[in-house]
């Protein structure tokens, strides 16, 4: 059974650069046909989709933080992170990770807990 | 930019049903799409419900169920309880590689 856990600093300054990892247990980013993904939460509002990192190396981002996102294999294999720069207090949220099935299912299966990340000075 | 729309809100009484909607500013929702629905209790980690336009995912109970209703997709829940009261999201893979998430719908058991 393949988990996520995402880890990383709770709290960002304003126009640093956010720094998170997911670590997969059970399992690899680099095998299987699944798109390995960052959403986030902020406060009251809805889920939004950041981007994913393929098996095949393909990297997908959200067009309204294209300029700002980076995902990449982690230091191992079992590890994916983000990386999102010139943050603002907008920025503040809970940041999901969460393994989505490709073809032919497309759909996102396994979701960490989550982990809030606040942008204050 | 394609945008995905969702009622921001529905209220069922116990015991009703509900259908929730997902649709495109701009263009139809298709069995193309895979459209798949999550739901998100307060302070939990999103959890899937139905992918695949109509296919439960495990251990889901069959009062839940996916369609394609007109030029929408549909989740409809019969039987509402109280433990169905959450943030409800659709989501869709376009034929571009990228995911679109809707706004979400906060359903209200009461």
């Known amino acids: 059974q393949v988990q996520l856990q995402e880890s990383g600093p709770g709290l960002v300054k304003p126009s640093e650069t956010l720094s998170l990892t997911c670590t997969v247990s059970?399992?690899?980013?680099?095998?299987?046909?699944?798109?390995w993904n960052w959403i986030r939460k902020p406060p009251g509002k809805g889920l939004e989709w950041i981007g994913y990192?393929?098996?095949?190396?393909?990297?997908k981002y959200n067009p309204s933080l294209n300029s700002r996102v980076t995902i990449s294999v982690g230091t191992s294999q079992s590890q994916f992170s983000l990386r999102l720069s010139s943050v603002t207090a907008a920025d503040t949220a809970v940041y999901y990770c969460?393994?989505?099935?490709?073809?032919?299912?497309?759909?996102?299966?396994?979701w960490g807990q989550g982990t809030m990340v606040t942008v204050s000075s | 930019q394609t945008v995905v729309t969702q009622e921001p809100s529905f209220s069922v009484s116990p015991g009703g049903t509900v259908t929730l909607t997902c649709g495109l500013t701009s263009g139809s929702v298709s069995t193309a799409n895979y459209p798949s629905w999550y739901h998100q209790p307060p302070g939990q980690a999103p959890r899937t419900l139905i992918y695949?336009?109509?296919t439960r995912s495990s251990g889901v109970p069959d009062r839940l169920s996916g369609s394609i209703l007109g030029n929408k997709a549909a989740l409809t829940i019969t039987g509402a309880q109280a433990d169905d009261e959450a943030d409800y999201y659709c989501?869709?893979?376009?034929?571009?590689?990228?995911?679109?998430f809707g706004g979400g719908t906060k359903v209200t058991v009461l």
């Open positions: 969460a393994r989505a099935s490709g073809f032919p299912v497309y759909a996102f299966e396994v």
């Open positions: 989501i869709l893979f376009m034929g571009s590689g990228v995911w679109v």
């Open positions: 059970g399992g690899s980013v680099t095998t299987g046909s699944y798109h």
């Open positions: 990192l393929s098996y095949s190396g393909t990297i």
């Open positions: 695949s336009t109509n």
